[in-house]
């Protein structure tokens, strides 16, 4: 039992020296987060338009159309969309949407042939053949139901295919955001629309053509002044039309 004590004694102070002498354990590394799904990199192309680079030399002049662009949104234009959608019921509303499109198509047929656009010219060619005799006249997007694809082309994108530049941004007066080039190209657009619905429409229908198609346009945009929650509004509607536009040319 004497000879047991000592060698118990020396195996725990052994034990209790390894002990001691062990390294401390190792910290538990940070964890690394993947980069975020909508980081700016990955959203905005690489060649795409900085939002700082936007020619805008009017810009004093052009926030002040803007402002006065947000009053006449908030004090006439949005009141007449309200009364205009509590009035008339949504079938008559799509009924009326769909007969501007028609002569909007009609503007993509006479720019694709400007741009020499043949795929262009035979899918609005036929969305208006189509919707204007079983479409009763456009009121009926029958050319949709069949799955025509439908194009969009105007006089400023025209210019842009043959290599005009877009020139400063303009803030236009109710229309919105703009350029120079869009802007000039509004004159033949609204002309060839105008000669259309005038050869067309009995005068006292023409008369009130204006008005309805200003404000079933206003109906289908859902933007509004001061709602995108950026304090930069300005800025951002500026850098997201040009973005637009650019794309618009290069389709």
Same mark, same amino acid.
């Given at each position: 039992?004497?000879?047991?004590?000592?060698?118990?004694?020396?195996?725990?102070?052994?034990?209790?020296?390894?002990?001691?002498?062990?390294?401390?354990?190792?910290?538990?590394?940070?964890?690394?987060?993947?980069?975020?799904?909508?980081?700016?990199?990955?959203?905005?192309?690489?060649?795409?338009?900085?939002?700082?680079?936007?020619?805008?030399?009017?810009?004093?002049?052009?926030?002040?159309?803007?402002?006065?662009?947000?009053?006449?949104?908030?004090?006439?234009?949005?009141?007449?969309?309200?009364?205009?959608?509590?009035?008339?019921?949504?079938?008559?509303?799509?009924?009326?949407?769909?007969?501007?499109?028609?002569?909007?198509?009609?503007?993509?047929?006479?720019?694709?042939?400007?741009?020499?656009?043949?795929?262009?010219?035979?899918?609005?060619?036929?969305?208006?053949? !189509?919707?204007? *005799?079983?479409? @009763? &006249?456009?009121?009926? +997007?029958?050319? $949709?139901?069949?799955?025509?694809?439908?194009?969009?082309?105007?006089?400023?994108?025209?210019?842009?295919?043959?290599?005009?530049?877009?020139?400063?941004?303009?803030?236009?007066?109710?229309?919105?955001?703009?350029?120079?080039?869009?802007?000039?190209?509004?004159?033949?657009?609204?002309?060839?629309?105008?000669?259309?619905?005038?050869?067309?429409?009995?005068?006292? !229908?023409?008369? *009130?053509?204006? @008005? &309805?198609?200003?404000? +079933?346009?206003? $109906?289908?945009?859902?933007?509004?002044?001061?709602?995108?929650?950026?304090?930069?509004?300005?800025?951002?509607?500026?850098?997201?039309?040009?973005?637009?536009?650019?794309?618009?040319?290069?389709?």
């Amino acid at each position: 039992m004497k000879s047991i004590m000592p060698r118990a004694c020396a195996l725990l102070a052994v034990a209790l020296l390894a002990a001691c002498s062990s390294a401390p354990p190792k910290p538990t590394p940070e964890p690394v987060y993947p980069e975020p799904v909508f980081s700016a990199e990955r959203i905005v192309p690489e060649d795409s338009i900085a939002i700082t680079t936007v020619y805008d030399p009017w810009e004093p002049m052009n926030m002040r159309i803007y402002n006065f662009n947000y009053h006449f949104d908030q004090w006439v234009f949005l009141p007449v969309v309200r009364g205009w959608q509590a009035v008339v019921p949504k079938p008559a509303r799509t009924g009326v949407h769909n007969f501007f499109e028609n002569f909007r198509d009609v503007r993509t047929m006479a720019n694709s042939i400007l741009q020499a656009s043949p795929t262009k010219l035979m899918q609005s060619t036929g969305r208006v053949l !189509v919707n204007s *005799t079983i479409g @009763l &006249f456009g009121l009926i +997007d029958v050319a $949709t139901s069949m799955g025509m694809a439908k194009p969009d082309e105007d006089f400023g994108q025209t210019l842009g295919r043959w290599g005009v530049p877009t020139g400063p941004y303009l803030v236009l007066p109710l229309l919105g955001p703009s350029n120079l080039r869009d802007g000039a190209a509004e004159l033949p657009d609204f002309a060839l629309q105008n000669y259309m619905q005038g050869n067309l429409l009995a005068k006292p !229908v023409r008369a *009130t053509t204006f @008005l &309805f198609d200003s404000v +079933d346009t206003r $109906t289908n945009t859902s933007f509004r002044y001061y709602e995108t929650g950026s304090a930069f509004e300005y800025q951002t509607v500026r850098w997201l039309y040009s973005t637009k536009r650019e794309l618009d040319v290069e389709k």
